[in-house]
């Protein structure tokens, strides 16, 4: 199985605060990863690492074989082109209306009005929205605020899409079909997935693997089934939603 990223021995510190200790990660091409670990652990900063929006302190990240931190400005460029990402907070432009913000990334890439228009109609009805084209994102609700990032992301067919909390305050409903897409995605263009979650039943859904972070290292890695029959007494805290166990809340 081809290693679509590597992520190896990934230190990160913040003043007065270790994040990140020693992270090792692979994630094959074509399967969905999900990334478990409480509020607070770091896996939010390990997803800005794999774009860039921060530099490790220490440690290696692959893509496609190419270091991230030593490639040049075009290699870079290069690597980030195949990357789609949906941010927690979801991070559409306010100004403009729900088919400009989907629209934006095609039109960066001078693809010609008529293909955009037709992408654009395609991932909005794939994310199952239809004629809230002309919508500002203060105008519609946070759930399909959601997935018109979803949209925007997809719009550019990456190779690589990395999910922060794709499913957090989302209704039942919507984060059923948010997990589908993620499915959808991989089965039918092989994408390559990250998808940081708190949400076990999404991540019981969609994960072919789960990797737990704790204490700035990932303290388990394996499939779900792995996860569930894990004896550990902090991982069962955690994927049962104990407040009682070996952490306290
Ligand atoms: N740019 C930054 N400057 C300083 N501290 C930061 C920065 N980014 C993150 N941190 C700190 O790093 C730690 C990990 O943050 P991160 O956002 O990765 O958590 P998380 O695991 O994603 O949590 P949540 O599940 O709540 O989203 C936190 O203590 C946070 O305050
Ligand atoms: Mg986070």
């Given at each position: 199985m081809k290693e679509k990223i590597r992520i190896e021995n990934l230190y990160k510190s913040f003043p007065g605060k270790q994040v990140l200790s020693g992270v090792d990660l692979s994630v094959y091409e074509g399967e969905v990863l999900c990334v478990i670990g409480r509020s607070g652990s770091g896996k939010s900063v390990i997803l800005k690492h794999l774009i860039g929006i921060l530099a490790p302190d220490?440690?290696?990240?692959?893509?496609?074989?190419?270091?991230?931190?030593?490639?040049?400005?075009?290699?870079?460029?290069?690597?980030?082109?195949?990357?789609?990402?949906?941010?927690?907070?979801?991070?559409?432009?306010?100004?403009?209306?729900?088919?400009?913000?989907?629209?934006?990334?095609?039109?960066?890439?001078?693809?010609?009005?008529?293909?955009?228009?037709?992408?654009?109609?395609?991932?909005l009805s794939l994310v199952g929205l239809r004629g809230i084209d002309e919508h500002r994102p203060s105008e519609i609700s946070g759930g399909m605020q959601k997935r018109v990032a979803l949209a925007r992301a997809v719009a550019l067919k990456p190779e690589i899409m990395l999910y922060d909390e794709p499913t957090t305050g989302a209704d039942p409903i919507t984060a059923g079909a948010v997990d589908r897409l993620i499915l959808k995605m991989r089965d039918s263009l092989g994408v390559t997935s990250v998808v940081v979650t708190h949400d076990m039943k999404s991540a019981w859904r969609i994960a072919d693997r789960v990797a737990m972070l704790l204490d700035g290292r990932m303290a388990f890695i394996g499939t779900v089934e792995e996860l569930g029959a894990s004896d550990d007494p902090f991982i069962r805290q955690f994927i049962e939603g104990r407040a009682d166990g070996p952490r306290v809340a």
């Open positions: 220490s440690g290696l990240i692959h893509i496609d074989g190419i270091e991230f931190t030593g490639a040049s400005e075009l290699e870079r460029h290069a690597l980030l082109s195949k990357i789609g990402v949906l941010f927690q907070g979801g991070a559409l432009f306010d100004s403009m209306n729900v088919f400009d913000n989907v629209a934006f990334g095609l039109r960066r890439r001078n693809a010609p009005e008529e293909d955009v228009a037709r992408t654009v109609t395609e991932t």
